[in-house]
C-alpha cells in the first residue's frame, strides 16, 4: 500500500495538470492529506461510493496516461544517470589526481 | 512558418501518444512528410475542409497539452543545462591540469 502510495503521488505530480479540478481534489484529499473515503464524501457531500468510483477512475487515467507519456518512468531513469553521472565526474577527478600523484613519484 | 513546423514536430513528438490514430495519420502526413491538405484528403478519401479542421484542431489540443505539461519548455531547459554542465566539466578538469602544472612548476 506505501509502494501505491508513493506511486500514486508521483503520477498525481506529473499528470494533475490534466485531470478536472474535482479529481485533484479528491487526490489531494486521499493521497496527500490522508482523509478516509468516509471524510472526503462527508466534505464533498456525495456518495462515499461516488467518492471511491472517482478516485478509481483517477488511479485508472493516471496509469494510462503513464503507459503513454512514461514521464515518471524517465524521471527515474534520468535520476539514475544524473547519480552515475556524479560518480563518473568524481572518479574522473580522482582518477586525474592519482595520475598526477603517481606521475610525481615516478620523478622522485 | 518554419519555426511553426518544428515546434509542431517538437510537440507531436512529445504528446502523439495522447491523440487519436487519425490525428496521428493527417499530422505525420502534413509535418513530416510534407503532403499538401489536397493530397491527404485524397489519400483519406475526405474533404480537404476535414482535413484541415482536423489538422487545426490536433494542434490547439497540443498547444494545450504543452500548457499543462511543459514537456518541450523543459526539454530546452534540460538541453540548456546539460551544455552548460558540459562546459563546467570541461572547465573544471582544465582548471585541475593547470593546478598539477603549477605545483610542478613551483616544486622546480
Redesign the interface.
Same mark, same amino acid.
Do not use: G, P, V
Given at each position: 500500500m506505501l509502494e501505491k502510495t508513493t506511486r500514486m503521488n508521483y503520477l498525481f505530480d @506529473? $499528470?494533475q495538470? &490534466?485531470l478536472t479540478q474535482k479529481q485533484r481534489n479528491y487526490m489531494e484529499m486521499y493521497y496527500l492529506e490522508d482523509y478516509s473515503l468516509g471524510e472526503i464524501s462527508e466534505e464533498a457531500e456525495v456518495s462515499r461510493q461516488a467518492v471511491y468510483d472517482n478516485i478509481k477512475r483517477t488511479e485508472s487515467m493516471l496509469e494510462t $496516461?503513464e503507459e #503513454? &507519456?512514461h =514521464?515518471y518512468e524517465k524521471f527515474q531513469q534520468r535520476l539514475t544517470l544524473i547519480n552515475e553521472l556524479e560518480a563518473v565526474?568524481a572518479n #574522473?577527478?580522482e582518477k =586525474? @589526481?592519482f595520475d598526477?600523484l603517481n606521475q &610525481?613519484k615516478e620523478l622522485d
Open positions: @506529473f $499528470y495538470a &490534466l $496516461y #503513454k &507519456l =514521464l565526474i #574522473k577527478e =586525474l @589526481f598526477k &610525481l
